[in-house]
Nanobody, 122 residues
Framework: LQVAETGGGFVQPGGSLTLSCSVA????????VGWFRRAPGKARVGIGC????????YYIESVKGRFTISKDSAGTTVTLQMKNLETEDTGIYYC????????????????WGQGTQVTVSS
């Protein structure tokens, strides 16, 4: 699967960004889609996941209430809406896809995008 993320950039603290994830020539309706983040100098960690049935999902504590993962009605794009961004949200954001249910770990996903940089700074 060819996974791609778009939408990264620079934003001031308190601002918003939306990232998008898609798979070339495929619908995401039968895949779990996870978002991961690699902060500078740190390991890549899962921050949230949307299950294939659009229902079950999780968010790590630090992004709850600020980040939302959703899928468009066509099932082709999963977005990560980020609000009230903090400097600690800076990092490379990755989208990961798998046919299995949502997982929290890198090993739970087999297909990955190249990542998109998000920088939160004043």
């Amino acid at each position: 699967l060819q996974v791609a993320e778009t939408g990264g950039g620079f934003v001031q603290p308190g601002g918003s960004l939306t990232l998008s994830c898609s798979v070339a020539e495929r619908s995401l309706d039968h895949f779990a889609v996870g978002w991961f983040r690699r902060a500078p100098g740190k390991a890549r960690v899962g921050i949230g996941c949307l299950s294939s049935n659009r229902g079950a999902e999780y968010y790590i504590e630090s992004v709850k209430g600020r980040f939302t993962i959703s899928k468009d009605s066509a099932g082709t794009t999963v977005t990560l809406q980020m609000k009230n961004l903090e400097t600690e949200d800076t990092g490379i954001y990755y989208c990961a896809v798998d046919v299995l249910p949502c997982g929290e770990y890198e090993s739970d996903f087999t297909s990955w995008g190249q990542g998109t940089q998000v920088t939160v700074s004043s």
